[in-house]
């Protein structure tokens, strides 16, 4: 599952701290991808859509496909938190989310939705195997997924919460999603 | 590691989806809290402050200490992403991160600074004991943190990135950190 680039990485200096092989744009849009990505159905905040490209970047995700209201590149909150990431990152814009599911299903992605509902799995018991492309559809802020999104998912995802709220943000529930994909 | 509340949970409604244990505000209060902590080390955004609150909550983190210029409940960005968690979580202010990393250690916690930098561990190599209690600094978004604060950490701790950008949302990182010590 872990991916590198198909051509030398360049090395460049962060805070003159530590040397990191870092991905130019287009060594990272050649470079194989991990079988993740992020559907966004619906989400209100540029900043928080800008945010999951930063994450999509960092964790080699194959792709973003925003849905519905879900703002696209260039708008300004999404640039604002992308710092970037919106220009490499592979993206495509669905009127629907429906619609997008079922194209992501005729390319051979499986569908999980992470919400908080009966009969889910929870993130930590989630191993796809090898051979699993799996497209993780995040809810709106408010609304979280509508009944149709859920009803059309192969899996239901969950991040167990224990607090008052019982609800983070998007973008952090997309990187804690990615890198338990990641860490595996 | 794992928390429960001192007294009954409430249920309520999700989505009419679900119905999850939910704390009270006051259940939270009282709660026993996970051995980890997030000291922010002048986060600029209140925003993302707001995200790590919201976090915090879900996770059951001993609390937040805001450092030097992060901003502090009640201010509007803080409220307008801790959705109420800033109410429940408890939280400090420290004008200066090493003033905090000061008190944190004579209460007992130890220091784990979140920076890509050469001899850091890698987020999945990190198995805290069952006695030990971590206070994870979170850096400034721009500046990382200070050689100062790094020097005075008994722990670097790194999530590799393998992207163009090799950064990612403070909040973000606060989220895979809680999600990496609560699945543990």
Request: hydrophobic share 45%; charged share 15%.
């Amino acid at each position: 599952m872990i991916c590198s680039a198909t051509s030398s990485p360049t090395f460049v200096s962060e805070n003159n701290l530590h040397l990191l092989p870092r991905l130019s744009p287009d060594q990272f849009i050649a470079a194989p991808k991990r079988p993740l990505r992020f559907v966004l159905d619906n989400v209100r905040s540029g900043l928080n859509t800008g945010s999951v490209f930063r994450t999509a970047d960092a964790f080699l995700v194959s792709g973003l496909d925003l849905c519905g209201i879900t703002v696209k590149p260039p708008h300004r909150d999404v640039l604002k938190t992308a710092l970037g990431a919106s220009t490499h990152v592979p993206w495509r814009h669905f009127p629907s989310t429906l619609e997008a599911l079922s194209v992501l299903r005729t390319e051979g992605w499986r569908i999980a939705v992470l919400e908080q509902a009966p009969g889910s799995t929870m993130l930590a018991d989630w191993q796809p195997t090898a051979d699993e492309r799996w497209a993780v559809v995040l809810g709106n802020e408010v609304r979280g997924c509508s009944p149709e999104v859920i009803s059309a998912a192969d899996l239901l995802l969950e991040i167990p919460q224990q607090g008052v709220k019982q609800s983070m943000n998007v973008s952090v529930c997309a990187g804690i999603v990615a890198w338990h994909a990641a860490a595996r």
